[in-house]
């Protein structure tokens, strides 16, 4: 996954874009977030026959994020520097967490206790008790083990 973070940008079309951070859905994908998309961003990719798996974006105030995740890793990196995103990319982990006061604490407090540094989450949804959550952290393996995993 893919991400960086700055203040919003007029993107040429009336609206306000930026970056924000390294969230992705899918644990067997790379996903990339980048500042102030431009209409020409995903025509780019796919004049370069990058196909688009999975997309998402967001914000909050000043700051926006895009998400998505392609079929060619490199390809998608060449564009994105191309228009000068900032991105930062990584594997994201998605872990089911209890829907009650402090199963997110819990969830991040194991996490640390195992030195794992999360650098993004991104909240997927809810369904009955269940949180649904991406973390994009240091190192997979060791936040598996810790959240008892594999």
């Known amino acids: 996954m893919i991400g960086g973070a700055c203040p919003a940008q007029d993107n040429g079309a009336g609206a306000s874009a930026a970056g924000g951070q390294p969230w992705a859905r899918s644990s067997s994908s ?48 060449s564009v994105l520097r191309s228009f000068g995103y900032p991105f930062v990319e ?23 206790a195992a030195g794992v540094d999360i650098h993004g989450v991104l909240f997927l949804g809810r369904r009955e008790g269940i949180v649904e959550t991406a973390f994009t952290v240091d190192d997979v393996g060791r936040a598996r083990r810790a959240l008892g995993l594999g």
């Open 30 to 77: 790379s996903s990339r977030t980048v500042r102030a998309p431009s209409p020409r961003s995903p025509v780019a990719l796919a004049e370069r026959g990058i196909d688009i798996g999975e997309i998402a974006g967001g914000g909050s105030g000043e700051h926006a994020y895009a998400v998505l995740a392609t079929d060619d890793d490199g390809a998608t990196r």
């Open 90 to 112: 990584g594997e994201a982990l998605v872990v089911e967490i209890e829907d009650r006061p402090g199963g997110f604490a819990e969830t991040t407090e194991k996490l640390a």
